[in-house]
Structures are given as structure tokens and as C-alpha cells.
């Protein structure tokens, strides 16, 4: 159920980080105690050399090679040594012990050293400690003990350590698992009444508050949502029925273009007469652009309709994103269009524009991944300047949207006594 979901990653989170926790100081407390485990096995036998080194330094000093063997046998009796060595200052063994499967390497006769040293080598480990005599060396004891043991006693350690923290960790994640379900009970509720809400549209629903934290904070918020929605549901709902009437009311005057959702002629017609009832001098100047594209018949006719419908569209987008605000665009029908700039400063403005709309329809317009090869021509008419009323300023707009097509389309003309004759 998508409200456990919740319950499940928190407690896969929550578990990784405890898991990772876990895992990381298992893997510190090892290493450590290994370093710890391996280093007081070098103590202790630095310890038993440094005794035999004062045991050897008479049979050194009178060349008694047979008490100094019998003497590193003793110690080399012990299962964890390898290999056990006196030598002189020249670097001359004197007496030495090995196990029989025992071969030295080259790396084991190293310099005289001044002072103990540990050498590890993986699962052996070599200790040089000086024999001295008054402060001054006569010789050193080397010693290669065998780490095997040491290890599986670790291996062994390790293994019951895994084996404890496993077991920690099912129990830490059952009660967990436990507690965060019963922590969280408050919000599953809350979200299975959201739920019931979205599926049943009944804001009049409540939830409990269970504790006074958080979540108690968010279930009275959540109530007042769903308290403040039921009300607005209800003025929505009066809203919309005192709507109704006026859209019947509304429905008979359709000013709207189904094409292209721009305003339609009568939009415009209307907008024309308040222009021109308001445009005298020395009121502000007003221009209509009549616009109308080239080659659509052919567009039409050899792209089908539905590319005819897109490119009237996209002309509409297109037009629309570089007027003001309160400028209208209109579709009059098939492929013409109207533009109205009302209260403009100059003729300069309205001329400016007609040529960046020019400009805009002559960028490619590709539909289908084809380019419907259109132009366009548009006739532009002032009020007061050319005409007083709605019905001549149309027709002077489009006399001037003719001359732009007998003078080569895919221009603008402005309206003149000579362009209309």
C-alpha cells in the first residue's frame, strides 16, 4: 500500500546508515585490535630476546658455541619460531636455530642494527635486538616468529564479533522497525484521509489529532485546508450557477474566432465604431492595418486544408507576440486579417510595425516539415486622417492592401487618394 511505502524507506534509510555505522566501526575495531594483538606478540618477544641477549653475551665473549646453541634451542623450541640467530659484529653467524622447513632469504642478514626493529612480511615477522657488552655491540639476535597462529586466533575473534554484531543488528532493526511504524501512525493516517478526500470529494472529512508535535501541527492545518476548501467549494458552486445565466445571456454575442481564438469581425467592427465615434482632432491617432496572405489559395490547394488551418494559426502567434497589449488582432474570415492600433503617437509607429510584421511572416513557416510558401500584403488607413467612421476606414485600409499586392506583394501600402485610385 502506498501509505507503508513511507514506513519502508524510512526504515531501509534508517537501517543503511545504522548498517553503515555498524560496518565502519567493525571494520576500525578490527584493524585496531589487529595492530594491537600483533604488536604485544613483538613486545613479548623483543622481551624473551632481550633476556637471551643477556644470557648469549658470556658464550659471545669465550667463543662457546655449544651453550649458545643449546641455549637458542630453548627458545627455538616454541611452535611460533621459525628461526633464531647469534651473530658477530662482522656479520658472522655465530650460532643459529631453524626449523627444518625453514630457508632463509637474503633479506634476513641485514646490517647490524643499534637498537630493536620489527620487520613484518606478511604472516612472518623478523626481530633484530644487539647484543652488547658495556654499551658497546658485539653482535645481534635474530628472530622469525610465525603470525599463523595469531591469525586464525583473530580469524576467530573476528568471526564471533561478525556473528555479534549480526545479531545486534536484526534486533535493533526489528525494534526499529517497530517504533517508527508506531511513530509515524499519526501521518499515515492523515494520509490515508487524503486519499478518501481526493477519492470521494468530501471536504466536511476531519482528521484526529493524536499528539501535540509536529505532526499534530500538520493534521490541525490539513483539518483547516479542508475546512477552508469546503466553504470555497460552496461559494465556487454559487459562483458558477449566477455564471450560467449570464453565459446564456453571453453565447449570442460570439466575438471569438474558432481558428485561431483571436477576436473575429464583429470584436472588431465593435472596436472600430467606439474608435472612430472618439477620433477627431485633436483626439490621439488610431490606425487599421487590413491584412491579407499571399499564395494561400495555393497553399490550401496543394497542402490541404489542415496545413492552411495551421499556417492561419501560426500567423495569428506570430503577429500577436510583437503588438502591444492593447492593440487588436483580428481574423475576419478565410485569410484575412485586421490590425487596430489604437491611440498611436505617429504614422511612424503603425509603418514601423507593418514592416516588422512583413519581416516575422517571412521567416520560414514550416508545417509538416514543409515551408508553406505564403507572403503577405497589408493596407494601412488612419483615423481621423482618412476616415470618420468604421465602414470607410475599412474600405480605405483594404484599397491600400490592394495597391500592396499590384506592387508585387509581400509589402505594405498606407492609404492614399492616389493608392485608391
Known sequence: MPTMSLVKRLTQLNLSVMASSMLLVFALTTILLWYVVRDRQAETAEINLAQLAHNVVPMLVFNDVDTANNELSLVGNRKEVLFIALRKTNGEVFSEYAEPSFVPSSELYQQLPVRPRRVYDGVRMRLYYPVAIKGKVEGDLIMVLDLTGIVYWFLRLTLMLALLITVLFTLSAFMLSRVQRKALTPLLSLSELAQRVSKEHNFQLRAKVIRN????????????????????????????????????????????????????????????????????????????????????????????????????????????????????????????????????????????????????????????????????????????NDASSAMDLLNCADDAMYAAKRAGKNNFKVYSKKVSA
Open 213 to 384: 508535535d509536529e505532526i499534530g501541527i500538520l493534521t490541525r492545518s490539513f483539518n483547516e485546508l479542508l475546512k477552508r476548501v469546503d466553504i470555497s467549494q460552496a461559494e465556487l458552486r454559487q459562483q458558477l450557477e449566477q455564471e450560467q445565466l449570464q453565459g446564456q445571456q453571453l453565447k449570442q454575442m460570439v466575438l471569438t474566432d474558432p481558428l485561431t481564438n483571436l477576436p473575429n469581425r464583429v470584436a472588431l467592427n465593435k472596436m472600430l465604431k467606439k474608435i472612430t465615434n472618439e477620433s477627431s482632432y485633436p483626439n490621439p491617432l488610431s490606425c487599421l492595418m487590413f491584412i491579407d496572405l499571399d499564395n494561400f489559395k495555393y497553399v490550401n490547394d496543394n497542402f490541404g486544408h489542415d496545413a492552411g488551418d495551421e499556417t492561419l494559426i501560426e500567423v495569428g502567434v506570430r503577429i500577436s507576440s510583437i503588438i502591444r497589449s492593447d492593440d487588436l488582432l483580428c481574423r475576419l474570415g478565410g485569410d484575412e486579417f485586421a490590425l487596430l492600433l489604437p491611440n498611436i503617437e505617429s504614422t511612424d509607429n503603425a509603418e514601423r510595425l507593418a514592416e516588422r510584421v512583413v519581416s516575422i511572416i517571412n521567416r520560414p513557416i514550416i508545417i509538416k516539415d514543409t515551408i508553406m510558401p505564403i507572403g503577405i500584403s497589408i493596407g494601412l488607413a488612419y483615423t481621423p
